[in-house]
């Protein structure tokens, strides 16, 4: 899920109320408005919604930045490790050939290293 837009801080939000048209008074107002275009007070509660939400949104953010971070390196260390196998492949068929010029085919005991050729 993207985040599309930026929550607007207490400052935006006043000026943007600023900016409205004027509306037909309501029959009740609220405490914190006392006039269309005056400035607007948000109830602590409300500042800390805010603020919370703002921190939960870093941390998320931070999260997925040290996701990335540990998705890379483990792009990396899985490229390491194919090398190395094609590496230690390469060498298993390198020692084979030389075993099979000097020895014919054959097993070996790897425990005992006798070698029987075979017929």
């Known amino acids: 899920m993207a985040i599309k837009e930026k929550i607007p801080s207490p400052s935006e939000i006043a000026t943007q109320v600023k900016q409205t048209p ?4 309501q029959q009740e107002t609220s405490p914190q408005m006392e006039t269309p275009n005056s400035e607007v007070k948000f109830a602590p509660g409300e500042i800390e919604k805010i603020q919370k939400l703002q921190s939960d949104l870093n941390t998320t953010m931070f999260q997925f930045g040290q996701l990335k971070v540990n998705q890379i390196k483990l792009e990396q260390q899985e ?13 298993e068929k390198d020692i084979a050939k030389e075993l099979t010029d000097k020895y014919g085919k054959g097993s070996l005991d790897i425990e005992t290293g006798n070698f029987s050729p075979s017929e």
């Open 22 to 25: 004027e509306t037909p008074p």
């Open 79 to 91: 490229k390491f490790l194919q090398e190395q196998l094609a590496k230690l492949e390469q060498q």
